[in-house]
């Protein structure tokens, strides 16, 4: 994310990881999650990703911003038979991100 956290439970501050699922179309987001220090992100979106398939069903296509997703994301999308796609830009997630630096978040 960019940004450090700091909280008295740590003795350092923190760089959380953040997971935004959000449809492409509309652009509404589905899911979000910070990771705590103590979390893998990598983790956090498998669950995340499971999560959503477990309760909604499988999605045609999952598209991520980064290689570290898309290796995440790679084994769950060959089973399910989604298609996983790198891109760019995410722009729908990218004006929720950019609201939440506004917000100091």
């Known amino acids: 994310m960019g940004a450090k956290v700091t909280d008295k439970k740590y003795s350092r501050p ?6 935004l699922l ?9 899911h979000f999650e910070m990771s705590e220090p103590d979390d893998d992100p990598v983790v956090m979106l498998a669950e995340i990703v499971l999560n959503f398939i477990f309760q909604y069903g499988i999605p045609k296509e999952i598209r991520v911003s980064n290689v570290i997703a898309e290796a995440a994301l790679e084994q769950i999308c060959g089973i ?3 298609k996983l796609r790198r891109i ?3 722009k729908g997630l990218d004006s929720f991100r ?7 978040l």
């Open 14 to 19: 923190a760089n959380p990881s953040m997971a």
């Open 22 to 30: 959000g449809d492409a179309e509309s652009g509404t987001i589905i």
């Open 80 to 82: 399910c038979g989604s």
């Open 88 to 90: 760019k830009r995410l």
């Open 98 to 104: 950019e609201s939440m630096y506004r917000f100091g």
